[in-house]
């Protein structure tokens, strides 16, 4: 039962590492579209402006990033919770399994 309790260590470990990476590129991809826009904003002809739709469009976009990198850093929570949730349920098990045996 050590053993299990051992994967499911790794486990975590690889899900917060993988969690931190994903989190990092999310924010580096939040960054170059504000930089993307920002310099559009600057750079465009005021006689030729960008078409309100595409604006908006874009502005829509940005919202729903910032709302999925807010959801998987709460999914990446409740992750990490499971996980050691289930990692002490485990330990108990083993705990009892052995107790139960040398009775």
């Known amino acids: 039962m050590t053993s299990a ?3 499911t260590g790794a486990s975590a470990t690889g899900a917060s590492s993988v969690s931190s990476t994903s989190a990092s590129s ?3 991809t939040e960054n170059q579209f504000l930089s993307i826009l920002t310099t559009e904003l600057t750079n465009q002809d005021p006689t030729n402006a960008m078409d309100p739709t595409t604006f908006a469009s874009q502005l829509v976009s940005y919202a729903g990033l910032e709302q999925q990198i807010t959801t998987n850093s709460k999914l990446d929570g409740i992750t990490t919770l499971l996980t050691s949730l289930l990692a002490s349920q485990d330990s ?3 705990a009892a399994a052995s107790g139960a ?3």
């Open 101 to 103: 045996t040398s009775s």
């Open 5 to 7: 309790v051992t994967s």
């Open 26 to 28: 999310a924010s580096a």
């Open 92 to 94: 108990g098990s083993s």
